[in-house]
């Protein structure tokens, strides 16, 4: 239920209700019917009542389309009595509290359409737990139920809610998403920086560098690509556009073609007109080629250096018909489908090239690291949550970015990410957990680096650490240690 909504048709209903008291109260109540006055005041009210009606209906139903209609009917008809000033709704600033409710009402719609875009989002994307098996790719072109469901509700997520923690719910989705993060982890753990497409005639465009992962997964990496770069994970930046086949759709068998302006065949020459600088002759390039170097066919003037001609121009000749000109016409050819059309025809794809956004770097750094250790750890036999809760001694629950048991053993994990090194103030809240739960090893990760001080914490009280912003390197370590006290 909306009671922005609500409370614009009750504001409406009291305005009626007091309108009519005063009234009454000052005139009486009189059965005129063939009043103009009487017939004026009668549409009006049961023109009120049904705005009033169906802003409810709006407001309990979270219709939007019933509050708009509510809204604007109020309106309209605060108009119509400010314009004919009628007896019975024309009490003091009763005009200002109609167009008032009005606009409440068509105020509210906006927020009913955000929420239930909303709701519907946060329904659909619900973080999945870690001890799950990773979607099984189904559907056309390789794309899981849950990615269907991502490009259903992005485009409203982009247009009509623009909230930043709807954007975090999509990267962590985008996390959880084996592929994905496999992406995001070789943006940060290698030298890659940035992802070009290559574009060859016999297959579609792809990137070299993610190539095996589309091969062991058997997903469409553009659209994982698309995805991330649309969440913000990713930067994408237009390096070309392709010309596509109207009909197929397909970019990798289009090619140009000339035709002669008048038979319209496409056996078509290409001829550069070149001009001898020494007597000023106009011959095509081939025309000055000599046995020994370059001859001018009006003078007889010979030479080695093609410096002594200069371009002019260039023309077309046709070697089915003889026509010469200077204008070819130009289409396009598919021959996925031989379908033949023109420029304006045709659709054009883009490509784009990628790199990591760096804005989001260490979240990213974070959710990759995290959710690689827990596959590597559920490789070996234990038992994740990301992340993870503990009671602790206290009987105080305490959350660590990871948790995971094997064999009756419970272990804790938390990381802490800085732009610069993870000082003190960063550790002494996981050591203080760490006391209470009393676990059979504790692990603190820092993301890139310790400082002195916080390194020498640990050491003293005897709290292993791993060090590093390689996703990779940093779950390898932390594997080990925890597998030595398992």
Same mark, same amino acid.
């Given at each position: 239920?909306?009671?922005?909504?609500?409370?614009?048709?009750?504001?409406?209903?009291?305005?009626?209700?007091?309108?009519?008291?005063?009234?009454?109260?000052?005139?009486?109540?009189?059965?005129?019917?063939?009043?103009?006055?009487?017939?004026?005041?009668?549409?009006?009210?049961?023109?009120?009542?049904?705005?009033?009606?169906?802003?409810?209906?709006?407001?309990?139903?979270?219709?939007?389309?019933?509050?708009?209609?509510?809204?604007?009917?109020?309106?309209?008809?605060?108009?119509?009595?400010?314009?004919?000033?009628?007896?019975?709704?024309?009490?003091?600033?009763?005009?200002?509290?109609?167009?008032?409710?009005?606009?409440?009402?068509?105020?509210?719609?906006?927020?009913?359409?955000?929420?239930?875009?909303?709701?519907?989002?946060?329904?659909?994307?619900?973080?999945?737990?870690?001890?799950?098996?990773?979607?099984? $790719?189904?559907?056309?072109?390789?794309?899981?139920?849950?990615?269907?469901?991502?490009?259903?509700?992005?485009?409203?997520?982009?247009?009509?809610?623009?909230?930043?923690?709807?954007?975090?719910?999509?990267?962590?989705?985008?996390?959880?998403?084996?592929?994905?993060?496999?992406?995001?982890?070789?943006?940060?753990?290698?030298?890659?920086?940035?992802?070009?497409?290559?574009?060859?005639?016999?297959?579609?465009?792809?990137?070299?560098?993610?190539?095996?992962?589309?091969?062991?997964?058997?997903?469409?990496?553009?659209?994982?690509?698309?995805?991330?770069?649309?969440?913000?994970?990713?930067?994408?930046?237009?390096?070309?556009?392709?010309?596509?086949?109207?009909?197929?759709?397909?970019?990798?068998?289009?090619?140009?073609? !000339?035709?002669?302006?008048?038979?319209?065949?496409?056996?078509?020459?290409?001829?550069?007109?070149?001009?001898?600088?020494?007597?000023?002759?106009?011959?095509?390039?081939?025309?000055?080629?000599?046995?020994?170097?370059?001859?001018?066919?009006?003078?007889?003037?010979?030479?080695?250096?093609?410096?002594?001609?200069?371009?002019?121009?260039?023309?077309?000749?046709?070697? !089915?018909?003889?026509?010469?000109?200077?204008?070819?016409?130009?289409?396009?050819?598919?021959?996925?489908?031989?379908?033949?059309?023109?420029?304006?025809?045709?659709?054009?794809?883009?490509?784009?090239?990628?790199?990591?956004?760096?804005?989001?770097?260490?979240?990213?750094?974070?959710?990759?690291?995290?959710?690689?250790?827990?596959?590597?750890?559920?490789?070996?036999?234990?038992?994740?949550?990301?992340?993870?809760?503990?009671?602790?001694?206290?009987?105080?629950?305490?959350?660590?970015?990871?948790?995971?048991?094997?064999?009756?053993?419970?272990?804790?994990?938390?990381?802490?990410?800085?732009?610069?090194?993870?000082?003190?103030?960063?550790?002494?809240?996981?050591?203080?957990?760490?006391?209470?739960?009393?676990?059979?090893?504790?692990?603190?990760?820092?993301?890139?680096?310790?400082?002195?001080?916080?390194?020498?914490?640990?050491?003293?009280?005897?709290? $292993?650490?791993?060090?590093?912003?390689?996703?990779?390197?940093?779950?390898?370590?932390?594997?080990?240690?925890?597998?030595?006290?398992?």
């Amino acid at each position: 239920m909306r009671l922005v909504g609500l409370s614009g048709a009750i504001i409406l209903l009291a305005s009626i209700i007091v309108s009519g008291i005063f009234y009454v109260t000052a005139r009486g109540l009189a059965w005129t019917p063939g009043d103009m006055g009487f017939i004026y005041s009668s549409v009006l009210t049961i023109g009120f009542m049904i705005s009033i009606g169906t802003g409810l209906f709006g407001a309990i139903r979270e219709s939007e389309e019933f509050l708009i209609l509510a809204g604007t009917a109020c309106i309209v008809l605060a108009v119509l009595n400010k314009v004919f000033t009628n007896i019975l709704y024309s009490w003091s600033y009763m005009d200002i509290v109609f167009l008032l409710a009005g606009v409440i009402m068509i105020m509210d719609r906006f927020h009913v359409r955000r929420i239930k875009i909303a709701r519907k989002l946060k329904e659909e994307m619900a973080p999945t737990p870690s001890t799950q098996k990773p979607v099984v $790719p189904a559907g056309i072109e390789g794309l899981t139920v849950g990615r269907k469901r991502i490009f259903g509700f992005r485009e409203g997520l982009r247009l009509d809610v623009e909230s930043p923690e709807l954007a975090d719910r999509w990267r962590m989705k985008l996390y959880h998403d084996k592929d994905a993060r496999e992406i995001v982890r070789r943006f940060l753990s290698s030298d890659l920086k940035h992802i070009e497409p290559d574009v060859k005639t016999s297959t579609k465009p792809s990137y070299p560098e993610l190539a095996d992962i589309e091969k062991m997964s058997g997903r469409d990496i553009q659209s994982i690509l698309d995805e991330l770069a649309e969440a913000g994970v990713l930067v994408g930046e237009l390096y070309e556009k392709l010309i596509t086949c109207p009909r197929c759709r397909q970019s990798s068998k289009v090619f140009l073609r !000339s035709k002669c302006s008048r038979c319209d065949s496409r056996k078509v020459r290409k001829n550069r007109l070149m001009e001898h600088t020494d007597c000023g002759a106009i011959y095509k390039e081939d025309e000055y080629y000599g046995p020994g170097g370059f001859k001018c066919p009006r003078c007889g003037r010979t030479f080695q250096e093609k410096s002594e001609l200069e371009p002019i121009g260039v023309t077309y000749e046709c070697e !089915s018909c003889g026509n010469v000109f200077n204008d070819p016409k130009q289409y396009y050819y598919c021959r996925s489908c031989s379908y033949e059309f023109q420029f304006e025809n045709c659709e054009l794809e883009d490509l784009y090239s990628y790199s990591l956004n760096e804005k989001i770097r260490p979240e990213a750094l974070k959710n990759v690291s995290v959710l690689s250790l827990a596959e590597i750890l559920e490789g070996a036999g234990f038992k994740t949550d990301t992340p993870g809760v503990l009671k602790g001694r206290s009987g105080v629950n305490h959350e660590f970015t990871l948790s995971c048991v094997r064999a009756d053993k419970t272990f804790a994990v938390d990381l802490a990410v800085s732009e610069g090194d993870v000082d003190l103030k960063m550790v002494l809240p996981s050591y203080a957990k760490f006391m209470d739960v009393g676990c059979e090893r504790c692990l603190f990760i820092a993301v890139p680096k310790l400082a002195g001080q916080a390194r020498e914490y640990l050491e003293a009280n005897k709290i $292993p650490y791993v060090e590093g912003e390689n996703p990779t390197a940093i779950s390898i370590k932390a594997k080990q240690l925890l597998e030595s006290a398992a």
